[in-house]
């Protein structure tokens, strides 16, 4: 696959992948750029994989969690937080966007737990590798996240799979 | 309580928002022909990564190496095996800087000396190495996923004391690839300076203004073997910045970063 069509197909799944990941699309912008820069030095060796977007989508974790984006200084621009949930007046929309801003509170590695499990779908094997941890670690940092989420999996259990 | 619904509904919120933004963004593809780096904007070049979290830590680095990179290879090979100097005296060689949170502690503590004292709160690895499947560059896929990550290096991470200001500090050492180039964190930012020195090291020094009243010096030195040391000290309680401000200043001053990295105590 060439970059160029690699581009055109998987950005969109990219961008939203890292807005999900980071609830802000500017930070999710300048983040996929960055990552499908350093990709398109490496697609000779990136495309031949099986999986080139699953490659991808793990520098897009890293680069999430490195320290240059942890700098204090990038944090103040959060978009989310300052959304008010009164807009339409529905319930489901508060609920929404109150849950938007609990994921945006909870630390990186949590948040990105969280993510890989409910939205990409990854097993907690494959989410272990992607953040360097263990699985024990993995399950303790995503009950500490829906503990904080106020998310009870008793009462609706089911997962999500990424479909693009 | 809620239940996974909520969580979906926000999934669901953050993708339209997602797909609001990509309509924006300009497509902006490389040429056909690949110039180096032509695609990626001026701090996208280094393979090293400005520092990513590793297990445990909140400081490293990520690195991706071709496992076929004969400049990695050498870079490893240099930091790793170099035959020990030939002595007359029974005395092993002290291991690197770098071998362990606890020697790089140590080491610290020697370079340090009468300039400040340091308490560690985190220790860890240096770096995450990703490796990239080996070739051949074309033909069938080859794997799923890269090899394993691998760690290297050490870290530590703590509070750093000088002439009564404390602050964060975050250290560490790693062997990179041979030929890289330091980098700061934020090579946009005016303060940021980078040189050669003359044993062929390259030194990158900053200091960022952080939310409020924070400050963070940071000093990244890549030795031509590929050695990474970078160092951050904040006034902050942490060195990236986050947590309640401890002092006016750095405990630390750029100038003084650079004399630890280029110290000869290591």
Request: include cysteine; charge should be neutral; charged fraction near 20%.
């Amino acid at each position: 696959m060439e970059f160029a069509e690699y581009v055109v197909g998987r950005r969109p799944a990219l961008m939203r992948f890292a807005t999900v990941l980071t609830c802000q699309t500017w930070l999710a912008e300048d983040i996929v750029s960055d990552v499908l820069g350093r990709a398109f030095e490496r697609w000779d060796r990136i495309s031949v994989m099986a999986e080139p977007h699953a490659y991808v989508r793990r520098m897009v974790v890293n680069e999430y969690l490195s320290w240059r984006r942890r700098l204090a200084r990038t944090s103040p621009r959060a978009e989310v937080a300052e959304d008010v949930p009164v807009g339409d007046g529905s319930d489901e929309r508060a609920a929404r966007d109150a849950m938007i801003r609990r994921l945006a509170r909870l630390p990186r590695r949590q948040r990105a737990a969280v993510v890989l499990r409910y939205y990409a779908g990854l097993p907690d094997a494959e989410i272990a590798v992607e953040l360097g941890c263990r699985v024990t670690t993995v399950r303790s940092q995503i009950s500490r996240a829906l503990a904080t989420l106020r998310v009870d999996l008793t009462a609706n259990p089911h997962t999500y799979q990424e479909t693009r | 309580m809620t239940d996974l619904r909520a969580l979906n509904d926000a999934f669901e919120e953050l993708e339209r928002r997602a797909d609001a933004a990509t309509a924006r963004m300009p497509l902006g593809l490389p040429p056909r022909t690949r110039p180096a780096a032509s695609w990626s904007r001026t701090r996208l070049v280094p393979i090293t990564l400005a520092a990513a979290v590793v297990a445990g830590v909140a400081t490293g680095a990520v690195l991706l190496v071709p496992t076929n990179d004969p400049g990695s290879q050498t870079g490893l090979l240099a930091a790793s095996s170099t035959p020990p100097p030939v002595t007359t005296t029974s005395t092993p060689p002290p291991p690197p800087a770098h071998e362990s949170p606890e020697v790089l502690a140590e080491r610290f503590r020697a370079v340090l000396g009468d300039l400040g004292t340091f308490v560690v709160t985190e220790t860890g690895p240096g770096a995450s190495v990703m490796t990239l499947p080996a070739g051949p560059l074309t033909g069938a896929p080859t794997t799923l996923d890269p090899e394993p990550t691998k760690q290297v290096g050490s870290s530590i991470v703590g509070t750093l004391t000088a002439t009564g200001v404390t602050g964060g500090f975050d250290l560490l050492m790693y062997p990179g690839r041979a030929g890289d180039k330091a980098q700061c964190a934020l090579p946009d930012e005016p303060s940021c300076t980078v040189r050669d020195l003359p044993d062929g090291s390259t030194l990158a020094t900053g200091q960022f203004g952080l939310e409020g009243s924070g400050v963070t010096n940071e000093v990244k030195l890549i030795r031509p073997d590929g050695l990474v040391f970078g160092m951050h000290v904040s006034n902050r309680q942490s060195p990236k910045g986050s947590g309640p401000v401890l002092a006016g200043h750095p405990p630390l001053t750029v100038e003084q970063l650079v004399a630890i990295a280029t110290s000869d105590r290591w």
